[in-house]
């Protein structure tokens, strides 16, 4: 595995694979790796001849007051776990490769676009653009055939898909789902922030979700008004210690609450656990009456 920190290297030398006509995935992190990364180096090296993952702590998404300053931080220890991974470029550049002075383009989202107003948006100002902004750079050094992107994450890779349609960028998005610990809390790099206690309410997470995916998707095990679903929801997550930021249940798409059941429906949330902010979320479906399989 090669370790580049120059942008200019970074781009020159994925240039010189393509010219090769070897595929290429990529992987962007922000570092501090776990099961739920490597898995998307997997799904990109069964694909693509060169997996290329980046790890850039992108000051750009984080708000004040957030925690960009003390946002785990363990090169070492990542490049060892994509060495063993078998990645072949990792790239590590410094804040002033991406952001160099005199740098005065941002990518801006559209106030109106429905998908960027709601669930994260609503609490993290700027926070998509700065997403936006970084992926666009990355994309234009790593000029990727895929890059890999994982669903925890939902209102981001509905922002890279809307990203990549309107810039026209030539790269495939590839959503992964989304790695759990035993007791079904999402993987992430967060995690480590939370206390012995608040890791064990934090469960509860998962549990939620997964309880309002149930009674959805089979009307016989319980409840179906979407209103008291969300209540009840907020109930448990609150009754665990949680502080909830938003439990929602959107249109997958355009993001916006759903008044009355949809064939497809996503349940996300956002919970603080002490001062650590997590999310997570769920696709519900709804299978259509009177359609049969085919063998
Ligand atoms: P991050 O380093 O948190 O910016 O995440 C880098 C990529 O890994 C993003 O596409 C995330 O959605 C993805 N990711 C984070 N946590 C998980 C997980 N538990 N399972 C799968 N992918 C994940």
Redesign the pocket.
């Known amino acids: 595995m090669k370790i580049i920190r120059s942008a200019k290297q970074f781009q020159k030398t994925l240039e010189a694979e393509r010219l090769r006509k070897r595929t290429i995935g990529f ?6 790796l ?1 099961a ?2 490597l ?2 180096v997997q799904a990109s090296r069964k694909k693509n001849k060169i997996t290329a993952v980046s790890i850039f702590v992108n000051p750009a998404q984080f708000g004040p007051g957030e925690d960009f300053k003390k946002y785990p931080r363990f090169f070492n220890r990542d490049a060892k776990l994509l060495r063993e991974a078998g990645v072949d470029y990792l790239f590590y550049p410094a804040v002033e490769e991406i952001y160099p002075e005199g740098c005065s383009f941002l990518i801006k989202l559209d106030a109106a676009a429905d998908f960027a107003r709601g669930l994260c948006a609503r609490f993290r100002p700027g926070h998509f653009e700065g997403v936006a902004t970084v992926i666009a750079k990355l994309f234009n050094l790593s000029g990727a055939c895929r890059a ?6 939902y209102q ?1 890779t509905v922002v890279i898909r809307n990203l990549v349609k309107d810039l026209l960028i030539p790269v495939q998005i590839v959503v ?5 610990e035993k007791d079904g809390l ?4 967060r995690n480590q922030y939370l206390n012995a206690e608040e890791r064990k309410h934090s469960a509860v997470i998962y549990q939620v979700l997964s309880g309002v995916k149930l009674c959805i998707e089979n009307p016989s095990s319980g409840e179906m008004n979407l209103e008291l679903l969300k209540k009840q929801a907020l109930k448990n997550l609150k009754r665990e210690g949680l502080n909830v930021q938003y439990f929602e249940i959107v249109n997958p798409e355009t993001l916006l609450p759903v008044q009355v059941l949809e064939s497809q429906m996503l349940a996300a949330t956002a919970c603080f656990a002490g001062k650590t902010r997590l999310i997570d979320n769920v696709i519900i479906r709804i299978p259509q009456r009177g359609k049969t399989r085919r063998g």
């Open positions: 992987v962007p992190t922000m570092g501090a776990h739920g990364h898995a998307l890999y992107f994982g669903v925890k994450d981001q992964c789902p989304t790695l759990r999402a993987m992430s790099s």
